[in-house]
Every structure is written in structure tokens, then in C-alpha cells.
């Protein structure tokens, strides 16, 4: 009875060193893999907006696309900043 007592704790023990390192690896997420939350403004209306989570990675790739579309734009129309 002693035995199975003291092989039993030896398992709960066991079992909590492991998750508390799954969570300490969950911790370290890099940075790109963080969400970030903004609040939009719905346009056309002056009260709505939403709430938009993405990685940062991703908030990124949404920037380097809004840039784009504005330089194809300004080369399109002759006004590329000079």
C-alpha cells in the first residue's frame, strides 16, 4: 500500500515538472508569434468600430501591403516624391 502511495505521488510530481515546462516554453514565444489587438474604425459610421487581433508578424505584412498599393499610386498618377 506504501508502495503504490509513494508511486503515485512520484507521478503527480512527475507530471507537474513536465507541464511547468510545456508552460515555460508556451512563455517564449518570439516575438512575431504575440498578438496584438487594435480597435478599428468602421468607415462610415462615426461611432462603430471593431476590435482586430493579429501576430505582429502579420500587422507587419498588412503594413507592407497598404505601402505598396500606395507607391503602385503615386508611380501610376507621377507623383513619386520627387
Given at each position: 500500500m506504501r508502495f503504490v502511495m509513494?508511486?503515485?505521488a512520484a507521478l503527480v510530481?512527475?507530471?507537474?515538472?513536465?507541464s511547468g515546462a510545456v508552460a515555460a516554453d508556451?512563455?517564449?514565444?518570439?516575438?512575431?508569434?504575440?498578438?496584438?489587438?487594435r480597435t478599428?474604425?468602421?468607415?462610415?459610421?462615426?461611432?462603430?468600430?471593431k476590435r482586430v487581433c493579429l501576430t505582429r508578424s502579420q500587422w507587419r505584412q498588412q503594413e507592407d501591403m497598404k505601402r505598396e498599393g500606395l507607391?503602385?499610386?503615386?508611380?501610376?498618377?507621377g507623383q513619386d516624391g520627387h
Open positions: 509513494l508511486a503515485g510530481a512527475a507530471g507537474l515538472c513536465s508556451a512563455g517564449k514565444k518570439s516575438d512575431s508569434d504575440k498578438l496584438i489587438c478599428m474604425d468602421e468607415l462610415g459610421s462615426r461611432l462603430a468600430s507607391d503602385k499610386i503615386r508611380i501610376r498618377t
